[in-house]
């Protein structure tokens, strides 16, 4: 996990707190943008903290949003691709009709 980067982003980083298999990294430099990066809607974007992907194009959201769910259900909830009961628990996100 890193503050300030977005997912798919490559970036250079300082690691400040391990745990088992989990690791926190400070983030010092960008390496590569996001493809889908854009200016962020709202003025305190940058310095706020408040909105973790207001950068990303809201398709970009959407997907890095399914992304997180997928791997938080199948690693702490356990689950595979290929288990039963699977599309029980994970549904496709529903964009929101109203944008910031």
Excluded at 48 to 61: D, F, I, P, R, V
Excluded at 63 to 76: C, F, G, P
Aim: aromatic share 8%; glycine share 8%.
């Amino acid at each position: 996990m890193c503050d300030r980067a977005l997912p798919g982003e490559r970036f250079l980083g300082c690691v400040t707190r391990r745990k088992g298999r989990y690791a926190e990294v400070t983030k010092i430099k960008t390496l590569t943008p996001h493809r889908d990066l854009v200016e962020a809607p709202c003025e305190y974007a940058s310095y706020c903290g408040g909105c973790k992907a207001h950068n990303l194009s809201y398709e970009a959201q959407l997907r890095a949003k399914d992304e997180q769910v997928h791997e938080l259900i199948t690693h702490v909830g356990r689950f595979s691709d290929s288990s039963p009961g699977l599309e029980t628990v994970l549904k496709a996100i529903v964009p929101c009709d109203i944008q910031f």
